[in-house]
């Protein structure tokens, strides 16, 4: 088992749209996590950047933590065509012996249709 | 300082040929990743620089990659004896190990080995 699970989709939605991405996870050190997009054949571009539980909002995006259930989500309001691109989830541990390494999903494709 | 930059964008090479890759990291970064991701999947740790000292190794990181950081600046990846298998995206990423923590990603260099 992975520890870091994420949904490959493809998940299409209209524009307009609220859209849902989610990952789990099974490591309970990780105290960091991250959204990534990328678009094809580029390199991951930082959405959003959270510690421990909770919820940060920036613009259209929400991220959110429940470290309770190992599960984290990003919600993107009123998507856009140009928001299509694939999503990926990502998260380390904390402390001073820690490398800073980050340990992906598998990302979601998301495909937003005008 | 425009971000992480990675040369070349695109390589293609032979089954055999060696191929090394740069890394110019954002300036005030000490922490530099090397990454790599295929077609479909969520990057993958290869290995860790603090400044010049190579911290931290994956055992993706076969006898045929070879990572370097002279001088805790640039950093070169090598791939010797390279084969389809290697075939991949080559990911960069820097961050700092104070204040905002956050790993920034270059473009990458895709390889294709024929």
């Known amino acids: 088992q992975k520890e870091v699970e994420q949904d490959p989709g493809p998940l299409s939605v209209p524009e307009g749209a609220i859209v849902s991405l989610n990952c789990t996870y099974s490591n309970s050190a990780f105290q960091y996590f991250m959204w990534y997009r990328q678009y094809s054949r580029k390199g991951p571009e930082l959405l959003m950047y959270?510690?421990?539980?909770g919820n940060k909002e920036d613009g259209r995006f929400t991220a959110q933590v429940d470290k309770s259930s190992k599960y984290i989500s990003l919600f993107i309001r009123d998507s856009q065509p140009s928001d299509s691109a694939t999503y990926l989830c990502?998260?380390?541990?904390?402390?001073?012996?820690?490398?800073?390494?980050?340990?992906f999903g598998q990302g979601t494709t998301l495909q937003v249709k005008p | 300082d425009t971000g992480v930059s990675q040369n070349p964008r695109h390589k293609i090479t032979k089954r055999g040929q060696n191929v090394t890759f740069r890394c110019d990291p954002i300036?005030?970064?000490?922490?530099l990743y090397w990454y790599r991701q295929t077609l479909g999947q969520g990057p993958e740790f290869l290995t860790y620089f603090q400044n010049e000292a190579q911290l931290e190794k994956s055992r993706l990181l076969s006898d045929r990659f070879s990572a370097e950081r002279p001088k805790g600046s640039f950093s070169t990846l090598e791939i010797q004896r390279t084969e389809q298998g290697d075939s991949a995206m080559y990911l960069c990423?820097?961050?700092?190990?104070?204040?905002?923590?956050?790993?920034?990603f270059g473009q990458g260099t895709r390889l294709t080995v024929v």
């Open positions: 300036s005030e970064h000490n922490r």
């Open positions: 990502a998260m380390r541990q904390h402390g001073s012996s820690n490398t800073g390494k980050l340990i």
């Open positions: 959270t510690y421990s539980s």
């Open positions: 990423a820097s961050s700092t190990d104070r204040g905002p923590t956050e790993a920034f």
